[in-house]
């Protein structure tokens, strides 16, 4: 499923929303990804609180979020682990905005996965790892923004971040078989 950033972020621009579509896209992935689900009214709620509106939402922004939870479930759980964070393309955003909006994708993913209330105990190794690395991009700056090894070094933490929140999803959802038994 794909969902453009420049209309997202148009749309949001226009209800003035304080979070970017990247952090609102981090928090429903890391939400889903805890193995817990929302109703479509509990999400849209869920997603104007996190957005911070001070007014209620346009129309147009509400139609975005109808589609936002669907669309990121589905990409989630793609055989083909097309699953990608909602970032700006290099055609819309110069690599530090780029990077900015990972450090924000990064920390909402967390705040969805900590909103979940859906884990108990001790996390999976792998699982505990890749949080911490998420922690660690929601700081990421770029030290010499003239540096051209940049663009490669933001493919390579996008490209982490995105494996990241996969390895927590099939970590702790449970996936249905082709028999209907669920595999964990």
């Known amino acids: ?30 939400y889903l990804a805890a193995g817990a689900r929302l109703k479509p009214e509990a999400w849209i709620r869920e997603a104007l ?5 001070e007014e209620a939402p346009e ?15 589905q990409s989630l759980a793609q055989e083909d682990m097309s ?20 450090a924000q994708w990064s920390k909402g ?15 999976p190794e792998d699982v505990t790892e890749v949080l911490r690395d998420l922690d660690a991009f929601t700081g990421a700056t770029l030290e010499d923004p003239a540096d051209p090894e940049n663009e490669f070094l933001l493919q390579q933490i996008a490209e982490h971040a995105r494996m ?13 078989t082709q028999s ?4 964990h």
């Open 59 to 73: 129309e147009s922004l509400s139609q975005a979020l109808a589609k936002f939870y669907p669309n990121v479930l």
């Open 1 to 30: 499923m794909f969902m453009d950033f420049s209309d997202l972020a148009d749309t949001w621009l226009q209800a003035r929303c304080f979070q970017s579509p990247s952090a609102l896209h981090g928090w429903l992935t890391g």
């Open 83 to 102: 699953y990608e964070p909602l970032l700006p393309s290099e055609e819309e955003a110069d690599v530090d905005e780029q990077l900015d909006c990972l």
């Open 109 to 123: 993913f967390l705040d969805g996965f900590g909103a979940a209330g859906n884990v108990s105990g001790q996390l």
């Open 180 to 183: 209907g038994q669920q595999l």
């Open 164 to 176: 990241a929140a996969l390895t927590v999803f099939y970590s702790l959802n449970q996936m249905p």
């Open 49 to 53: 609180d996190y957005l911070e509106l």
